[in-house]
Structure formats: structure tokens, C-alpha cells
């Protein structure tokens, strides 16, 4: 792990920001979760760095993918990966070339919920050779054990674990830039609560 990601090695993956699944995030509230999934999004598409989204059935209790990405990143919303039922993500095939498509070897994922969505292909992602940081306040879980148990098997597995201000910060570099300055505009703060216009 370098811990120093760069835009032109990085990926963003979002895993089932549903609104169905949304319901079942407490550990974070689920508005400040999908606040900052959103906000890493559109620090994505400021830096040019690719998005992978992936749903898992929307036609049942998880329901659709939330639309505010489909304003934010419509083509990615537009291209997600639709799971049949496959729980780890990164075990689905359409999905994993779907990250192989973008050549990067740096991963970013957030999830819905921590406890299943994320802590699985993160670690199955790592154990592949990638390089992969979990924002935690991009993902959430039902219950504080949950989330506590998944944080300490998501770090002994060698993933590292980061929030979206941290690796927002990390991937601008400099604040002064054109694109430090868009991304500085947008970024949460306790004033600052709408990632959509």
C-alpha cells in the first residue's frame, strides 16, 4: 500500500446506494452517507477519474439506485452494474471487468451497508492485487457491532480505511488549482449538507 492515491491510478466504486438499502444504514446516518458517496462522485468527475456503480436487485426490497447519481454521474448510473443477487460484489463478473475496463489499480469504494457491501469486495479486491481504500463515512451499517466488527476485518485484511474529506484531499493535492478550487466548493462540512444542485 503506497497511501498515496493519484487520480490517474484511481477508480471510484460505489456498491448499492439503493434506497431500499439506504433504510438499513444507522452506524452513519443514511443521508450523510449518500451525501458523501455523492461528493466523492463529483470529486471524480472534477479529477477525471472513472466510476463503477453497481446495484444489487433493484426490482426487489433493495430498490433502485438512488437518482441523484444519475444526475451527478449519469453515464456511470446509466452503465451500472445490475447483480442478479451475487452479495460480494467484486465476485460478479460483469462488475470486476467492469473495474478491469478502466486500467486503474487503485480503488476507492464506498457501500451500502458497510457490513456486507463493502467489507467483502474490499478485502476480495485487495486479495486480487489492487490497492484499495473504504471511506467509512461513505458507507454504514444496521447496527454499531456490525460496523465496529467489519472496520477491524476490513484493517487486519491490509485494507486501508479512510473518509471522503481524507481522500478528497489526498487526490487534489493542491487547493490553488482550477480543480482544487471546484472540488474545495462542494466538499462536506456541517454547513455545507446538499451534494446535489
Known amino acids: 500500500m503506497t497511501y498515496h492515491f493519484k487520480p490517474a491510478d484511481a477508480a471510484l466504486l460505489l456498491v448499492d446506494y439503493q434506497v431500499g438499502t439506504l433504510q438499513l444504514a444507522n452506524t452513519t446516518p443514511a443521508y450523510e452517507a449518500l451525501r458523501n458517496a ?34 451527478v454521474v449519469p453515464e456511470a448510473y446509466e ?6 443477487g451475487v452479495i460480494d460484489a467484486w465476485q460478479d463478473p460483469a462488475f470486476r471487468a467492469a473495474v478491469e475496463k478502466t ?34 463515512d461513505a458507507s454504514s451499517s444496521p447496527y454499531r457491532i456490525n460496523e465496529d466488527i467489519s472496520r477491524h476485518r476490513i484493517e487486519r485484511a491490509g485494507v486501508e480505511m479512510t473518509v471522503t474529506n481524507t481522500i478528497v484531499a489526498e487526490l487534489t493535492q493542491d487547493w490553488s488549482t482550477p480543480e482544487g478550487q471546484e472540488i474545495a466548493q462542494f466538499l462536506p462540512t456541517p454547513y455545507l449538507m446538499r451534494p446535489v444542485d
Not at 41 to 63: F, H
Not at 79 to 84: A, E, G, K, T
Not at 108 to 136: F, K, N
Request: a positive charge.
Open 103 to 136: 486500467g486503474r489499480k487503485q480503488l476507492i469504494i464506498g457501500a451500502i451497508t458497510t457490513d456486507i457491501c463493502l467489507v467483502l469486495p474490499a478485502i476480495s479486491a485487495h486479495e486480487a492485487g489492487y490497492e484499495v481504500q473504504a471511506v467509512m
Open 79 to 84: 452503465s451500472r452494474v445490475l447483480r442478479s
Open 38 to 71: 455523492v461528493v466523492l462522485a463529483k470529486a471524480a468527475n472534477v479529477l477525471g477519474i472513472p466510476v463503477v456503480l453497481t446495484a444489487s436487485q433493484e426490482d426487489r426490497v433493495q430498490g433502485p439506485t438512488h437518482d441523484w447519481f444519475s444526475r
